[in-house]
């Protein structure tokens, strides 16, 4: 296996009964948003309720994992010292095809941090972190990368 | 109305001495918050004995329950902690304790903040997400979160957003690209912030001048934002001291009196851009108080215009210029030509803007410092001190559910 893009000293996600089963979906590299049963809207990071019409009944709504960079930051400071040698890094949120207007922070990868920019083209990419969770990147559409 | 007897007045302010991170060894964040309260209560004429309520906001390590315990309060009869996050929460703790003040819950009410993150380490990393311990690995598997924030994080951290400089940046990043906001219009804002400062003995960076070649040539931390983007982290306490206008005629200070105080947030906003990058475009791109500032103005029966001085929480740079914005102080997306104006300049501008130093000068304790120099304004005792001022504006964080005040002098 390649080198991850983080090193192993980063956080994992931790769930909670309204998210596990964001994170098993991702563990199957499928990339799912809450939609609810009611009026349809979606919403992420899940929740218990919709906001829009309080329904608490909902469903996953798998998506083809394209989409368009809403906004990013290039990040050149070391926020854990293991980052150091990692940086520049490329946070983003993208907005998600087919997602209703939800929106994913997550990472660029395969990407020159002069390339990024705002409406760039995206699609997801998996990184297995261990059997049961992955995490899902993004690379420029088209784009084929090594890592990871 | 409020029967005039009623109006919650602040009358008395108390800080200790401000350090660098980790800069104060000789004394717990708990020990500063006893100090601070108590030269408030000095400042005010008061006495510990006549401390009937206090009032705190989110994530405070310093329990009112023990503060009243170990003061020896003959009785406390309130006691309140604000939901909102961080520095979004000290106005509104303020409010709170206005509120006790005005319905007669309390007599006395004493509004406090110590943050020593050198003792406790650095707000905003998120609970149940810290890295791990050195040393092999365990397998990743997927964790049960020990919070509702841990499940919420669980969405941003894995991803290298470590608080809020990033999750932030990434903000003012969507801000330069529909408004077409410049480096050199938020840098206009930490340029002024040290020019305040210097003139401030409290302020940690009094002796560290800045021009805006100093700023544009600070490291970047996480575009747009460079270092100096970036508010102080420090160790020190607040404290003010919240009464009714009938106990404070015979006090030893000039009351300042709360005009207005509105808190919370709009549906969509959510808990702030730091969690939730979903929400609408026009939310993303503001510092999330327009619906506190509608509130704030109309409890007034003032608008922006008829504000003599401002004290606007200053985390990042950036963030003020959303605030100006939501506040009404300019147009959406005008907050960068209008701080570029000079506007926030003492003595000069229109609005003299974070007179102390601010976060980004004097220091960081999550914004009560705000309203200590809100009060010292109308005191006329500011070390900036704008003539003849008689409103200020306090607000508290953007990015988060937050707070705001109208201070008066009578």
Not at chain 1, 95 to 105: A, C, K, N, S, Y
Not at chain 2, 102 to 128: K, M, T
Request: glycine content about 10%; charged content about 15%; aromatic content about 8%.
């Amino acid at each position: 296996m390649s080198e991850r893009f983080f090193p192993d000293e980063m956080p994992m996600p931790a769930a909670n009964a309204e998210t596990l089963a964001f994170w098993e979906a991702a563990a199957r590299h499928s990339l799912v948003v809450q939609r609810c049963a009611g009026c349809g809207q979606t919403r992420h990071p899940p929740g218990p309720v919709c906001p829009a019409c309080r329904s608490t009944a909902s469903q996953w709504l798998e998506l083809p994992g394209t989409g368009s960079v809403y906004t990013f930051s290039v990040v050149r400071q070391a926020f854990l010292p293991a980052l150091s040698d990692r940086l520049p890094y490329v946070v983003c949120a993208v907005e998600l095809d087919q997602g209703g207007g939800v929106r994913m922070v997550s990472n660029l990868v395969g990407c020159e941090p002069e390339r990024v920019a705002i409406d760039l083209a995206v699609t997801v990419v998996w990184e297995d972190m261990g059997p049961d969770l992955a995490l899902p990147r993004f690379t420029p559409l088209g784009t084929t990368v090594a890592r990871p | 109305m409020r029967p005039a007897a009623r109006v919650p007045c602040l009358v008395g302010v108390g800080e200790t001495r401000y350090t660098k991170w980790g800069g104060t060894t000789d004394a717990s964040e708990y020990q500063l918050a006893l100090e601070a309260i108590t030269k408030a209560v000095s400042d005010a004429g008061l006495r510990i004995d006549d401390v009937d309520g206090l009032a705190s906001f989110a994530q405070d390590r310093n329990d009112a329950t023990f503060v009243a315990a170990d003061l020896g309060l003959p009785e406390l009869r309130y006691a309140s902690l604000s939901w909102l996050p961080g520095g979004g929460g000290a106005c509104a703790a303020v409010a709170n304790a206005a509120a006790a003040v005005a319905d007669g819950q309390a007599e006395v009410v004493v509004v406090y903040r110590a943050l020593c993150q050198g003792q406790f380490g650095r707000f905003g990393q998120g609970p149940g997400n810290q890295p791990r311990s050195p040393g092999p690995p365990p397998v990743p598997r997927i964790r049960s979160a020990k919070s509702l924030l841990a499940a919420h994080v669980a969405f941003t951290m894995p991803f290298g957003v470590f608080g809020p400089p990033i999750a932030y940046a990434m903000v003012l990043q969507r801000h330069m690209h529909r408004y077409g906001t410049m480096a050199e219009q938020m840098g206009q804002v930490a340029v002024t912030a040290r020019a305040h400062a210097a003139r401030n003995p409290r302020a940690v960076m009094a002796e560290y001048a800045m021009t805006m070649d100093d700023y544009l040539n600070s490291r970047m931390v996480s575009e747009p934002f460079r270092l100096f983007d970036c508010c102080l982290e420090n160790d020190g306490a607040c404290a003010v001291v919240v009464t009714s206008a009938e106990r404070a005629a015979d006090l030893a200070r000039p009351r300042v009196e709360i005009l207005a105080e509105a808190q919370g947030t709009l549906q969509g906003f959510g808990h702030g851009q730091y969690t939730n990058v979903s929400m609408p475009d026009d939310d993303y791109t503001s510092a999330g108080a327009r619906g506190v500032a509608r509130r704030l103005w109309a409890r007034a029966g003032l608008t922006p215009a008829d504000v003599d001085v401002a004290q606007i929480y200053d985390h990042f740079t950036g963030l003020v210029l959303l605030s100006l914005e939501d506040f009404g102080f300019c147009e959406r997306g005008q907050g960068g030509p209008f701080a570029a104006s000079g506007a926030l300049s003492w003595p000069d501008g229109s609005l003299p803007t974070n007179t102390h130093g601010g976060s980004l000068s004097e220091a960081y304790i999550h914004g009560l410092n705000h309203v200590i120099e809100g009060v010292r304004q109308l005191r006329g005792e500011s070390t900036c001190q704008v003539q003849g001022a008689a409103t200020c504006l306090v607000t508290s964080a953007a990015g988060v559910p937050t707070s705001a005040l109208i201070l008066g002098r009578p």
